[in-house]
């Protein structure tokens, strides 16, 4: 005699044929159909015990991490990208994913990590990226969050390293050397015609200090008092700060003159920070009034 056993028939596919669907990446599985003695009142068949059946469940899943792509440029106004994080399979534990950005003076994350369970693996979790204002005229600067390696107690998981997504940074600054026009541009050979001040200030951030050459074209007209110096210096710490210049009329020593004009040129600017080296501002034209008859 012969007892036949054959494949399970079932309008459910994950059960048809004996294999069923977990969702888990576990590998190839097997298992055995257990046969138990029939059960008859003729003794012959009731003292039978079948061979049990061994099966191989061939697994069709895999531990992997997706990331999805994201719109790669945002700016230092503010805006932002969005990318999603999604596991390939049911994981056997929970699974934590670290995050990061290889240059916090120009991206920031919303989030510092991710975390799957076994509940949740198959929902995206969503990394947003926000541009970060430096205040620096840097240009367009190359980003990336780094996607790290998962931690898990799920050995399939763990160790994983998803790759990281790269980000490009717009930038809203220039660099500038910003002369703020003066009140007046009136000086006289008389004490009682006022001195002239104004300031300057930089547009960005400089890496380096920039020194500002202040000059007069003609110095028996008028010349630059304040910066002592004749030059204007601006660091990391006090570039938004106004540095203030103060041009001062000459008294000619009783020529009778006239009116006389001349200008105030500034640079060619000297500095480490290529953005701000050799800048020159738009001169300033001055007149010194006569108080000679």
Known sequence: YTIRTGAAMSADAGYNGMNADDDVADGQQSY????????????????????DVAFDNTDNDSAGIEVSEALTTISEGGTSTTFEI???????????????????????????????????????????????????????????????VAESDDKGYDGINPP????????????????????STITGESPSVPA??????????????????????????????????GALVFDETDWDQEHLVTITGVQDAGAADGDRSYIIQFG???SDDSA??????????????????
């Open 268 to 270: 060619p600017s000297v």
């Open 276 to 293: 701000y080296d050799a800048k020159t501002p738009d001169e300033i034209m001055f007149t010194n009034l006569d108080d000679d008859l």
């Open 32 to 51: 055995s159909i257990v046969l138990g003695k029939p059960t008859s009142g003729d003794a012959a068949y009731a003292a039978i015990n079948p061979n």
């Open 196 to 229: 002239v001040t104004f300031s300057i200030v930089l547009t960005s951030a400089p890496t380096a200090s920039v020194t500002l050459p202040i000059i007069s074209t003609s110095t028996d007209e008028g010349v630059v008092t304040v910066p002592a110096s």
């Open 164 to 183: 990281d997504v790269s980000i490009t940074t717009v930038d809203n600054d220039s660099a500038f050397i910003s002369v703020m026009a003066p009140m």
């Open 86 to 148: 999604v596991l390939n399979s049911q994981p056997k534990a929970s699974v934590v994913i670290p995050l990061s950005v290889s240059d916090a003076t120009e991206a920031k994350l919303a989030v510092t990590s991710v975390t799957f369970t076994t509940g949740n693996w198959k929902v995206p979790k969503p990394v947003t990226v926000t541009g970060v204002d430096d205040k620096q005229a840097d240009g367009l600067q190359k980003t990336k969050v780094l996607t790290g």
